[in-house]
């Protein structure tokens, strides 16, 4: 079986959109307190949205299923309040709660988060509980910048999301760290400011004891990691010179990569880097980039590919990459497929 760790409802029916369209123009008149509303998106909507994308590559690419939340580029947590990221959160919940309803051996829950900045993540518990005790969802997306762009809010190892990291743990579901739009132009979103926040969150972890506090608590990091692979042995000296433990001892039982590296050398530095035990895979389609690789006549984001043209990665570490470890880190998922 092989799982990926990583989709987003990048095709949603437009219908999606109309409304938040609406909700962000709703914004601008101050007089009217905004009103959550409804969705009217049919069924056979959805099953056009999914057949001829995210599950026509499932069956080209031999993947089995997709752990799916709502489109991260969408998410923008930095519109409007709180209040508005609670109605859109819920409102992209229950749309992928469907998809995962219409298609229970295709699609696995994971969820946005109602986050907002200089608001408290206290205030995603609610949220939370809601999509793994009610919707059967077995992660989040945990955004480190609502602001999308400008870092005003806390860094992940800071009290500040103690709250939340006490239910995830008390649920025991993991946290993709997952940015949305940039609105600081510097940062084009899916080609700087995801692979920045991917680095940043790694960085902060580095130098706290976040998980001396939270041992079972879980991240991964998508995007192969941002930068870290590649910079690893910066990572580790910057560790050493801190006084910290070594990055393995430190935060390898609760910090995990995905496979979206969109070639084959950066996967092979990837797999050669982190210990297989720490990666997922993942492709993270339909997504950052669709086009074809001119010089490889393939799908940049068809990562099985590169996976699979590595020889030297043993049959043991592959069945990790490809399922054992998703299952170690979702852990809902296997006491999901247990009841099955
Ligand atoms: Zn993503």
Same mark, same amino acid.
């Given at each position: 079986?092989?799982?990926?760790?990583?989709? =987003?409802?990048?095709?949603?029916? @437009?219908?999606?959109?109309?409304?938040?369209?609406?909700?962000?123009?709703? /914004?601008?008149?101050?007089?009217?307190?905004?009103?959550?509303?409804?969705?009217?998106?049919?069924?056979?909507?959805?099953?056009?949205?999914?057949?001829?994308?995210?599950?026509?590559?499932?069956?080209?690419?031999?993947?089995?299923?997709?752990? +799916?939340?709502?489109?991260?580029?969408?998410?923008? =947590? !930095?519109?409007?309040?709180?209040?508005?990221?609670?109605?859109?959160?819920?409102? *992209?919940?229950?749309?992928?709660?469907?998809?995962?309803?219409? $298609?229970?051996?295709?699609?696995?829950?994971?969820?946005?988060?109602?986050?907002?900045?200089?608001?408290?993540?206290?205030?995603?518990?609610?949220? /939370?509980?809601?999509?793994?005790?009610?919707?059967? %969802?077995?992660?989040?997306?945990?955004?480190?910048?609502?602001?999308?762009? $400008?870092?005003?809010?806390?860094?992940?190892?800071?009290?500040?999301?103690?709250? &939340?990291?006490?239910?995830?743990?008390?649920?025991?579901?993991?946290?993709?760290?997952?940015?949305?739009?940039? *609105?600081?132009?510097? &940062? =084009?979103?899916?080609?700087? !400011? $995801?692979?920045?926040?991917?680095?940043?969150?790694?960085?902060?972890?580095?130098?706290?004891?976040? &998980?001396?506090? +939270?041992?079972?608590?879980? %991240?991964?990091?998508?995007?192969?990691?941002?930068?870290?692979?590649?910079?690893?042995?910066?990572?580790?000296?910057?560790?050493?010179?801190?006084?910290?433990?070594?990055?393995?001892? #430190?935060?390898?039982?609760?910090? +995990? %990569?995905?496979?979206?590296?969109? =070639?084959?050398?950066?996967?092979? /530095? #990837?797999?050669?880097?982190?210990?297989?035990?720490?990666? #997922?895979?993942?492709?993270?389609?339909?997504?950052?980039?669709?086009?074809?690789?001119?010089?490889?006549?393939?799908? $940049?984001?068809?990562?099985?590919?590169?996976?699979?043209?590595?020889?030297?990665?043993?049959?043991?570490?592959?069945?990790?990459? +490809?399922?054992?470890?998703?299952?170690?880190?979702?852990?809902? %998922?296997?006491?999901?497929?247990? @009841?099955?």
């Amino acid at each position: 079986m092989i799982i990926d760790c990583h989709g =987003h409802y990048t095709t949603a029916p @437009k219908e999606l959109q109309k409304y938040r369209d609406a909700q962000i123009a709703a /914004l601008k008149d101050a007089k009217h307190a905004p009103s959550k509303g409804a969705l009217a998106i049919r069924d056979d909507q959805i099953r056009e949205s999914l057949e001829n994308a995210q599950l026509r590559i499932q069956r080209e690419r031999g993947t089995d299923l997709t752990i +799916f939340s709502p489109r991260a580029g969408g998410m923008g =947590h !930095h519109v409007g309040n709180a209040t508005t990221s609670r109605y859109w959160s819920e409102i *992209c919940n229950d749309l992928i709660h469907r998809v995962c309803t219409l $298609y229970p051996d295709n699609f696995i829950g994971v969820c946005q988060l109602p986050q907002s900045p200089g608001v408290r993540p206290d205030n995603c518990i609610a949220e /939370l509980e809601r999509c793994v005790n009610e919707l059967g %969802f077995i992660g989040c997306n945990l955004n480190p910048d609502p602001s999308g762009g $400008y870092w005003t809010d806390p860094p992940l190892t800071d009290k500040w999301w103690y709250p &939340f990291y006490e239910k995830l743990v008390e649920l025991d579901v993991p946290a993709m760290v997952h940015v949305s739009a940039s *609105c600081n132009p510097n &940062f =084009h979103h899916t080609g700087a !400011h $995801y692979i920045n926040a991917d680095t940043t969150a790694f960085m902060q972890f580095i130098t706290s004891d976040l &998980f001396k506090d +939270f041992p079972t608590l879980k %991240f991964v990091i998508p995007h192969g990691g941002g930068a870290v692979p590649y910079h690893w042995g910066r990572y580790r000296g910057l560790a050493q010179d801190m006084g910290r433990p070594p990055l393995k001892e #430190l935060l390898l039982n609760n910090v +995990f %990569f995905d496979t979206c590296v969109y =070639h084959l050398p950066g996967i092979e /530095l #990837l797999l050669k880097v982190i210990p297989a035990d720490n990666i #997922l895979f993942a492709s993270e389609v339909v997504g950052a980039v669709r086009g074809i690789d001119p010089e490889t006549g393939c799908y $940049y984001d068809d990562t099985k590919r590169y996976i699979d043209a590595i020889d030297w990665l043993s049959a043991e570490d592959r069945e990790k990459i +490809f399922h054992g470890n998703a299952r170690k880190v979702y852990r809902r %998922f296997a006491a999901r497929g247990a @009841k099955r």
